[in-house]
């Protein structure tokens, strides 16, 4: 792409081509401790006291003044995905993984195809490498994904396809069945299938990756099992995909202690089976106390809901704000919709005894 030039304030460097056109992204991360964090769908009450437990006892400053290891997780975590160790990668979140994706399969001006709206990274590395971003739209009525409009969509010049399922913020999914449609006619595409709320629906494109060689699944630990502040996930393919993604990924991306934090964390299930089991419980309360309120909503299959506030969207989200409740206003992209995320039941009846008194 060419550099075209433009006036810049003195002392600043002109950036490449593809970061000039890029609008900004800063999601309000500040201040949040202290609140209830309804707002970016992490787990709610943290993560297993049993990986806190065992960080006390084996972080050292030894292992601290050494560089990662990653074999022995890595034979660990394929087990509990239920994979092989040369069929995936850990990454520093899913923002990695869709960065390695990206910076292996995708060139300067390549057709990108993402849903709109969807998870914001997509969109940001498919700018930030340069490509030709196509959007397709969810069905306004539900919220439904668009599976025969993003099949005519797909061209055998579309280098790659970016997906959450179920997706963020419509909490709505699409079936095992029409992933594989999707892989079948984007067969020289590369197709993420991002799980990062996979615990909450049941649904996952993993036992497929042997079928077809250009899907791409991954999956993360800063939902359900309560670690985003570890910053680890995983991207899974074919091991000769695996070998690029390799290359095209800095050595040390992930460290020590989100590996040993994920030791701990995929030796307690009994841990995220319950949390998964409070919030589908905690969802369906919210549905009843959204209904009382006459607030329609979509249903979700993820940790978070997102209803109609119409034009009191922003209003909402400062007033509950103030109130010391945190939701994300997502009426900039889905016209009034304000997004929840779902805790535990005690925590919805919170959020909708504090909505009560301003709705
Ligand atoms: C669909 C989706 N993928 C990935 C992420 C972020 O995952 P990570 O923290 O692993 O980078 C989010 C977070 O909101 C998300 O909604």
Not at 170 to 182: C, L, M, Q, V
């Given at each position: 792409?060419?550099?075209?030039?433009?006036?810049?304030?003195?002392?600043?460097?002109?950036?490449?081509?593809?970061?000039?056109?890029?609008?900004?992204?800063?999601?309000?991360?500040?201040?949040?401790?202290?609140?209830?964090?309804?707002?970016?769908?992490?787990?709610?009450?943290?993560?297993?006291?049993?990986?806190?437990?065992?960080?006390?006892?084996?972080?050292?400053?030894?292992?601290?003044?050494?560089?990662?290891?990653?074999?022995?997780?890595?034979?660990?975590?394929?087990?509990?995905?239920?994979?092989?160790?040369?069929?995936?990668?850990?990454?520093?979140?899913?923002?990695?993984?869709?960065?390695?994706?990206?910076?292996?399969?995708?060139?300067?001006?390549?057709?990108?195809?993402?849903?709109?709206?969807?998870?914001?990274?997509?969109?940001?590395?498919?700018?930030?490498?340069?490509?030709?971003?196509?959007?397709?739209?969810?069905?306004?009525?539900?919220?439904?994904?668009?599976?025969?409009?993003?099949l005519q969509t797909i061209r055998p010049t579309t280098r790659a396809i970016l997906?959450?399922?179920?997706?963020?913020?419509?909490?709505?999914?699409?079936?095992?069945?029409?992933?594989?449609?999707?892989?079948?006619?984007?067969?020289?595409?590369?197709?993420?299938?991002?799980?990062?709320?996979?615990?909450?629906?049941?649904?996952?494109?993993?036992?497929?990756?042997?079928?077809?060689?250009?899907?791409?699944?991954?999956?993360?630990?800063?939902?359900?099992?309560?670690?985003?502040?570890?910053?680890?996930?995983?991207?899974?393919?074919?091991?000769?995909?695996?070998?690029?993604?390799?290359?095209?990924?800095?050595?040390?991306?992930?460290?020590?202690?989100?590996?040993?934090?994920?030791?701990?964390?995929?030796?307690?299930?009994?841990?995220?089976?319950?949390?998964?089991?409070?919030?589908?419980?905690?969802?369906?309360?919210?549905?009843?106390?959204?209904?009382?309120?006459?607030?329609?909503?979509?249903?979700?299959?993820?940790?978070?809901?997102?209803?109609e506030a119409g034009d009191r969207a922003i209003p909402l989200r400062d007033q509950?704000?103030?109130?010391?409740?945190?939701?994300?206003?997502?009426?900039?992209?889905?016209?009034?919709?304000?997004?929840?995320?779902?805790?535990?039941?005690?925590?919805?009846?919170?959020?909708?005894?504090?909505?009560?008194?301003?709705?």
């Amino acid at each position: 792409m060419a550099n075209r030039k433009i006036d810049l304030p003195p002392g600043v460097l002109q950036p490449r081509e593809a970061v000039l056109k890029m609008a900004p992204y800063s999601p309000p991360t500040a201040g949040r401790f202290g609140k209830l964090r309804l707002d970016f769908n992490e787990n709610t009450v943290g993560a297993s006291p049993k990986v806190l437990e065992y960080l006390r006892e084996h972080l050292t400053e030894d292992g601290l003044s050494v560089y990662p290891e990653y074999g022995e997780i890595k034979r660990e975590l394929a087990e509990f995905f239920g994979v092989d160790p040369d069929d995936f990668i850990l990454t520093n979140g899913t923002d990695e993984a869709i960065q390695v994706l990206i910076n292996t399969y995708v060139d300067d001006d390549d057709e990108v195809l993402v849903l709109q709206p969807s998870y914001a990274m997509y969109r940001f590395y498919a700018e930030v490498a340069g490509a030709a971003v196509r959007t397709i739209p969810y069905r306004r009525e539900k919220l439904a994904f668009p599976l025969e409009e993003l099949l005519q969509t797909i061209r055998p010049t579309t280098r790659a396809i970016l997906i959450a399922n179920p997706n963020n913020p419509t909490g709505t999914g699409t079936s095992r069945a029409g992933i594989e449609r999707i892989l079948e006619r984007a067969a020289g595409a590369a197709v993420l299938i991002d799980e990062a709320y996979y615990e909450f629906c049941g649904v996952t494109a993993l036992p497929l990756l042997n079928d077809y060689p250009n899907l791409f699944v991954s999956r993360t630990f800063s939902k359900v099992f309560g670690m985003a502040a570890m910053r680890l996930g995983c991207l899974f393919s074919q091991s000769g995909n695996v070998d690029f993604l390799h290359k095209a990924q800095s050595p040390y991306s992930v460290n020590s202690v989100a590996v040993m934090a994920a030791r701990a964390a995929i030796q307690d299930r009994t841990y995220i089976e319950k949390y998964v089991t409070e919030v589908l419980a905690a969802r369906e309360l919210l549905y009843v106390g959204l209904e009382k309120l006459g607030i329609k909503y979509y249903e979700s299959k993820a940790n978070f809901v997102l209803f109609e506030a119409g034009d009191r969207a922003i209003p909402l989200r400062d007033q509950l704000r103030q109130r010391g409740v945190l939701v994300r206003d997502r009426s900039y992209e889905i016209a009034g919709c304000v997004r929840v995320t779902v805790g535990t039941r005690d925590q919805v009846r919170r959020f909708l005894s504090e909505l009560e008194q301003i709705w």
